[in-house]
């Protein structure tokens, strides 16, 4: 039953969290030599480095240093900024809403402009807007987020100024956000618009050749009855499957355009303490990002499987 | 949920064609001949960069730097006045050299541990798939970075986080095939002949499953090249003066209000690298194997 499923896929996410807790905890240690020059590199300064071994509690065994990250992160513990002294939670709290909005405003536009795409070419397939828009899909799809960040930034920001190039504004002035916002936001979600454009097309061109929807048009229903209240219904159904995965690949793909365009989010914190060597918040970040993945997954795969009555049976069964 | 769609991949999958036949459906297809002609167009520049490019990649000039197109610099130059062309033609190299052996080793890690997995079953097997979904607990980018951090940058090391972070896609996809084929019939033949597991595993479910893999080698061959060049445009990757696309790139977002081009043009290099090898990608899958299609993985970032 799902109920026994999601039981089983609840705790098997438990374990993955827990090693994934481990294997940061566990990082500094996998690469040869004296982890306070791996952290810290052969030129730091004596105080640093003392700083460094006491802070991340190098002196102890491995498997109590793995132990100790491990609890501290599950009791929100991810230690403190070498420099500033301020907890990592406290720095990553400041960044994750700028990159969670960036993210899902990518989602959303995704879903909006990709869904539609994907359905009008599968209701005229091989029709000049068929091929047309498969090409614009594959076109999407192999952009990598920080090419199309940089051509973005170029053309609307430097060449025409019609959009800010640095930073993400305010919470307190949500115009200046939104505008800041919509050049990373468009950037980001252009492979997935392609993506799902595909997926969609695919899946509802699958719908369209089953024997409910020949029975339907055969009864006289009218075209766009069928496409929209018949058809889109179960052949939306991957694309549900596939958000989760989309939202960890939006968080990967956010570090660049965060970086293109100066946004205060995980993906600028994450770069920005690799070069200044801030162990603690890399290791912080990283695991946030992992555990908002990892839940995105989990709840992709449990609506995926509310929404489909043939997963249902097929897990009954099974 | 995966296993399935995999199992019949490789039922359907044994069309066994001669490799000048495979050849010849792809280039028959259009968008296989588009893919076929960008990716030989590349590899042509790949073992000809010397001979083509008009500089040397690193020969600077800082009486010509920062310039626009022109009849001596085609593409212009950059900050310290190298050619830009010639640093893009010489850039190939970087994006392959990385790229290559990076899914490569990947399949190889993959290969064993999926392998080792799937015929060995049991526990070991529910050990190894948790170890996979670890890993893959992270976007490849993010894991990318984790590594990084304690690795350092270099060529070398993007190699190495890119091969870790691929491997679990080879390792599920080898592991499916191996639980598929080890229930066959003329494995369970084999075995009752006496054969030993090393020779069950090697001679005969080895060649039954490297297909789908390399075909999945070839797609995510683009994958690679990206995350090498987003890397190294974060500056964790391949280092200057290395003319990676990323490190060019990054150079020229530097300078990006002072000229565009640096910027422009590596941008479309990069974008014609990677449109060229999805579509050479996928319409070999198309061909090879249609129902491959149904194992399509996800990148991130």
């Known amino acids: ?318 | 949920m995966e296993a399935p769609a995999v199992t019949r991949v490789s039922r359907l999958g044994g069309r066994s064609l001669p490799g000048a036949k495979i050849l010849k459906e792809v280039a028959g297809r259009p968008a296989g001949l588009f893919g076929l002609a960008l990716v030989v167009f590349l590899l042509l520049i790949v073992a000809f960069a010397p001979q083509i490019a008009p500089y040397e990649p690193s020969a600077q000039n800082i009486t010509e730097r920062l310039q626009g197109p022109s009849g001596r610099h085609l593409l212009g130059t950059d900050e310290l006045g190298r050619d830009l062309l010639s640093r893009l033609l010489f850039g190939t190299r970087i994006a392959l050299g990385v790229a290559f052996p990076a899914v490569l080793a990947a399949l190889v890690a993959g290969l064993v541990v999926g392998m080792i997995a799937g015929y060995l079953g049991g526990r070991i097997d529910n050990a190894l798939v948790v170890v996979m979904d670890t890993v893959q607990a992270f976007p490849a980018v993010i894991l990318a970075l984790a590594l990084l951090a304690v690795l350092g940058p270099s060529l070398r090391n993007v190699i190495i986080v890119i091969a870790v972070s691929f491997a679990p896609g080879y390792a599920r996809v080898a592991r499916a095939l191996v639980l598929s084929t080890k229930q066959d019939q003329f494995v369970e033949a084999e075995r009752a002949l006496g054969a030993g597991d090393g020779r069950i595993v090697g001679v005969h479910i080895l060649p039954n499953i490297i297909a789908p893999l390399f075909i999945l080698l070839a797609m995510d061959l683009p994958a690679a090249i990206t995350v090498e060049a987003g890397l190294s445009f974060l500056g964790v990757g391949v280092q200057p003066p290395t003319p990676s696309w990323g490190v060019i790139l990054a150079d020229g977002f530097d300078r990006v209000r002072d000229t565009p081009w640096p910027v422009l043009s590596a941008a479309l290099i990069l974008m014609l690298t990677t449109l060229g090898f999805t579509m050479l990608g996928e319409t070999l899958r198309d061909v090879v194997d249609p129902k491959l299609s149904g194992v399509r993985r996800w990148r991130r970032g």
């Open chain 1, 1 to 318: 039953m799902i109920g026994r499923y999601l039981l089983q896929r609840v705790a098997m996410t438990m374990i993955v969290v827990l090693l994934s807790m481990a294997f940061l905890g566990v990082l500094v240690h996998l690469v040869p030599g004296d982890p306070v020059k791996v952290i810290l590199g052969p030129r730091a300064s004596e105080s640093l480095s003392a700083t460094v071994r006491a802070e991340m509690d190098l002196d102890s065994s491995v498997p109590r240093q793995v132990w100790n990250f491990t609890v501290g992160a599950l009791q929100g513990d991810l230690g403190e900024d070498f420099v500033s002294r301020l907890p990592v939670t406290t720095l990553i709290g400041e960044a994750l809403p700028h990159t969670l909005v960036l993210a899902v405003a990518s989602l959303g536009l995704a879903v909006l402009l990709g869904v539609p795409l994907g359905v009008y070419a599968a209701t005229r397939p091989n029709s000049w807007f068929d091929r047309i828009s498969r090409v614009v899909s594959v076109s999407l799809i192999t952009l990598p987020a920080f090419v199309g960040g940089l051509l973005l930034l170029l053309l609307f920001a430097i060449r025409l100024d019609m959009l800010p190039a640095i930073g993400a504004g305010e919470f307190s002035d949500p115009v200046d956000y939104a505008r800041h916002l919509i050049l990373p936001t468009v950037a980001l979600a252009a492979t997935w618009i392609g993506y799902l454009a595909r997926l969609v097309r695919t899946s509802m061109l699958e719908v369209l050749g089953q024997n409910y929807i020949r029975t339907s048009r055969a009864v006289g229903l009218r075209d766009r009855v069928v496409f929209y209240k018949y058809a889109l219904k179960n052949a939306i159904i991957p694309t549900v499957a596939v958000l989760g995965v989309g939202l960890g690949n939006l968080m990967g793909g956010a570090v660049f355009v965060e970086v293109i365009f100066t946004r205060p989010g995980l993906g600028t914190l994450i770069v920005d303490s690799i070069e200044s060597r801030n162990f603690p918040i890399v290791r912080g970040a990283i695991l946030v990002i992992a555990l908002l993945f990892v839940a995105a997954n989990l709840a992709a795969d449990f609506s995926y499987r509310l929404l489909d009555p043939r997963i249902r049976v097929r897990g009954r069964s099974a």
